[in-house]
């Protein structure tokens, strides 16, 4: 009989989960062992995806309440010696950390986006001033939305600018290398653009959860994140626009363009958009005010539905899988740390022998590497905590450095289709090959690891953010 890939997967995925129980390793605790057990095992499903991402993250939730938690039964629980058990309500509230209603947040903005097509007719407005050069409107493409996925899921962004940017790839010959830059554009831009807000892509709800987690508190304002990672996006996004106008050259000059814009002004649209004014305004005025930005983020949940902007149906489609797996990943870091397997795992490696820099760069080249051959999501998911844990036992480095640089570290990995969904939209297309996607992916990929990792420190010091 033939077994399939995801037979195979969830094979090893259990082999994995039991193989530290049936092996004793040194200065690992009991309870560590099974967290080990548990981390590995999620490793294997979110590599191998032989079960939904989601799916996986409620599993993890799901045996730390059945094997390390206090309301666990008493057989499943001895051996484990003078371990201080976890309550069930502790892990439980992964589901609702306050980063996760952030994204909730986040998630009422950009379908309210969509539904009123926001984002298209902002999208034909600030295409204007960049004229009908193809350069130029390469460059007002990405910028859109790049500025889009600030707010939107990377992949939603790369939806709706796809139907944008089609018919533009239209008025170049076949034959036109510039029709794959368009194409790479969108999910170049969109995956640069989920940089610059804590919001724009599930890697910093992820990070951010963790970090609130160790450090009981929220460390980074919204305007904060924004301050420290906008600048670089800016960068990257130039740098981008620059290489993908190097590699696909075009000898067309001029375009044509549907420059017109058909703004919804009915009730519920109006609302919105006064919503997603305030909120976005609020979010970026909280040293001023004071209100969390986790806090702000329920704002629009709860003006959208108690005015009936967003129906019953609205509500079903929101993209729900998500805010599982970012509590999935709150709560494996949650059980990496109360269970002391993040401190086994820095004892393993001489990191308190390198220097910040070193650190730095290999945490965040450790996520651009993983992050190309699986999901962002999950590549943060299996390092963020690890890293939180390693930055604890070396001074030299804080925790927020080493958290933020993994999940930026994984956004910039793009060289695949299956490195992120922006990236599978556009190969879709047939527009795309892979092997220009992996070019401009990898060259990308190299060139701003090297600048965050090099200036990236410094700046968020210089900031006072560090």
Not at 203 to 222: D, M, Y
Not at 235 to 255: D, I, N
């Amino acid at each position: 009989m033939k077994l399939n890939p995801r037979t195979i997967g969830i094979f090893l995925a259990a082999l994995a989960f039991l193989v530290p129980w049936f092996f004793q390793i040194e200065g690992l605790t009991p309870a560590g062992h099974r967290m080990l057990g548990i981390f590995l095992m999620a490793i294997i499903l979110w590599i191998s995806e032989a079960v939904p991402m989601h799916a996986t993250a409620s599993l993890i939730i799901f045996l730390m309440v059945m094997l390390l938690g206090k309301e666990a039964p008493s057989f499943a629980v001895a051996g484990l010696g003078d371990f201080k058990l976890l309550a069930a309500k502790e892990v439980f509230a992964t589901l609702a950390d306050p980063v996760i209603i952030l994204f909730l947040g986040g998630f009422f903005l950009a379908d309210g986006a969509t539904k009123f097509q926001l984002d298209k007719s902002l999208s034909r407005v600030v295409l204007k001033p960049f004229g009908v050069r193809p350069r130029m409107v390469l460059m007002g493409m990405m910028l859109i939305t790049a500025v889009f996925s600030m707010f939107m899921s990377n992949t939603a962004t790369t939806a709706t600018m796809m139907a944008v940017v089609l018919p533009v790839i239209a008025q170049f010959g076949a034959g036109d290398r510039m029709r794959a830059a368009f194409a790479l554009a969108i999910p170049v831009a969109a995956n640069i653009g989920g940089i610059g807000t804590p919001i724009g892509t599930p890697p910093n709800a992820i990070a951010l959860g963790a970090l609130s987690a160790s450090l009981g508190k929220s460390p980074i304002t919204f305007m904060q994140w924004m301050m420290g990672a906008v600048p670089f996006m800016l960068v990257f996004l130039a740098f981008a626009w620059g290489l993908l106008v190097w590699l696909f050259p075009t000898k067309q000059k001029e375009m044509r363009l549907e420059m017109t814009a058909k703004f919804d002004l009915s009730r519920d649209a109006v609302i919105f958009y006064l919503t997603f004014a305030v909120t976005v305004l609020l979010w970026m005025t909280e040293s001023l005010h004071g209100v969390s930005s986790n806090v702000v983020g329920f704002l629009p949940v709860v003006i959208l539905l108690c005015t009936k902007v967003f129906s019953v149906k609205d509500l079903q489609s929101l993209d729900w899988h998500v805010l599982w797996l970012v509590a999935g990943g709150i709560a494996l870091g949650l059980g990496i740390q109360k269970t002391q397997m993040g401190e086994w795992f820095v004892q393993l490696f001489p990191w308190s022998e390198m220097s910040p820099f070193l650190l730095v760069a290999v945490l965040t080249g450790a996520a651009l590497t993983v992050g190309t051959f699986i999901s962002h999501s999950a590549t943060t998911n299996l390092l963020v905590p690890l890293a939180i844990t390693m930055a604890k036992g070396i001074p030299t480095l804080s925790q927020v450095e080493a958290a933020v640089f993994v999940a930026i570290g994984s956004s910039l990995a793009m060289s695949l289709p299956i490195s992120t969904p922006p990236n599978a939209i556009a190969f879709a297309t047939g527009e795309v090959k892979t092997r220009d996607m992996a070019i401009v992916g990898s060259i990308f990929g190299i060139v701003s690891w090297v600048l965050f990792v090099t200036f990236g420190p410094w700046f968020w010091r210089l900031l006072g953010i560090l």
